[in-house]
């Protein structure tokens, strides 16, 4: 049957309602994070999805010393605090040093830890000693199976709120594929597996010192990982992806949402019927 991972209301798990998880990539103002929240809301409580909200306060991985960091550490994260305020949902952001798990921990409800750092232990520990719940990126240099040692790492600080998120494999230079086996391997932790819609699809530094990508993929294969048995569905989303400061070949048009979130939906619920109950 697996895990059930509880973040406030929301519930993750083996036939349960297919969880989106889904923002802008980064925070780059108040305006555009409220507009997608506000927008994610009504469309999620509409079609009858549990929505987690995330942006990340800080890109510290960028292709090039000149992408875009910041707004500032804290001011980012009051915005993200603010978004559970008004809109009454959970709150995703990434951390990338021990030393950020508690300070980011005081705003948000689920930390994640990117994938280039999923093997890193001490990171891992500080994130579960938080007692917040962690996702998980699987790194795109890693095989699915060992995503269960990283949830272990995190499980012995005595913190079991974890989800596992498949983000594409390295394939070649600039490139990433998505197995979707892996979803059924990472399954086999126990742990519920989302699927990142977005950052799947990245051509990583491709774009002349930053990632380019291929959001035309996004759909398919969407549709392909819900279809497999995924648990949730990690999107990001932007009004203008054109002018996002980060990730603005991967980022869906917020006025996309709707049609994707309508078809996986559909999908989810067929799968749902077959699945046996253990």
Do not use: W
Not at 143 to 163: H, S, Y
Not at 235 to 242: F, G, Q, R, W
């Amino acid at each position: 049957m697996g895990k059930t991972v509880v973040i406030d209301d929301v519930k993750i798990g083996t036939n349960l309602p297919l969880t989106i998880i889904a923002g802008p990539c980064v925070v780059e103002n108040e305006t555009i994070v409220f507009q997608v929240a506000e927008k994610m809301v009504q469309l999620t409580e509409k079609l009858g999805f549990p929505y987690i909200f995330k942006s990340s306060y800080k890109k510290a991985n960028r292709t090039s010393s000149g992408s875009f960091i910041t707004i500032g550490e804290e001011h980012a994260l009051e915005i993200l605090a603010a978004v559970k305020t008004r809109f009454g949902v959970p709150v995703l952001t990434d951390i990338h040093t021990e030393q950020e798990a508690d300070f980011a921990a005081e705003y948000v409800d689920v930390l994640q830890i990117p994938a280039f750092l999923c093997r890193q232990t001490e990171l891992l520990q500080a994130a579960g000693a938080t007692g917040k719940a962690i996702n998980i990126k699987k790194g795109q240099f890693l095989a699915p199976q060992d995503m269960a040692l990283a949830a272990e790492k995190i499980a012995l600080t005595g913190n079991e709120n974890i989800l596992l998120t498949e983000r594409g494999t390295t394939f070649g230079y600039r490139d990433l594929v998505v197995d979707m086996r892996g979803l059924v391997i990472m399954a086999q932790s126990e742990y519920p597996v989302i699927y990142d819609a977005t950052h799947s699809l990245q051509s990583p530094g491709g774009a002349g010192g930053k990632s380019g990508g291929h959001r035309e993929f996004a759909l398919p294969l969407a549709r392909a990982a819900v279809a497999t048995g995924c648990q949730g569905l990690f999107v990001e989303t932007h009004p203008d992806p054109a002018t996002a400061k980060s990730d603005a070949a991967t980022q869906l048009p917020l006025n996309q949402m709707e049609s994707l979130l309508h078809q996986v939906r559909d999908i989810h619920q067929i799968v749902c019927e077959y699945t046996p109950e253990v």
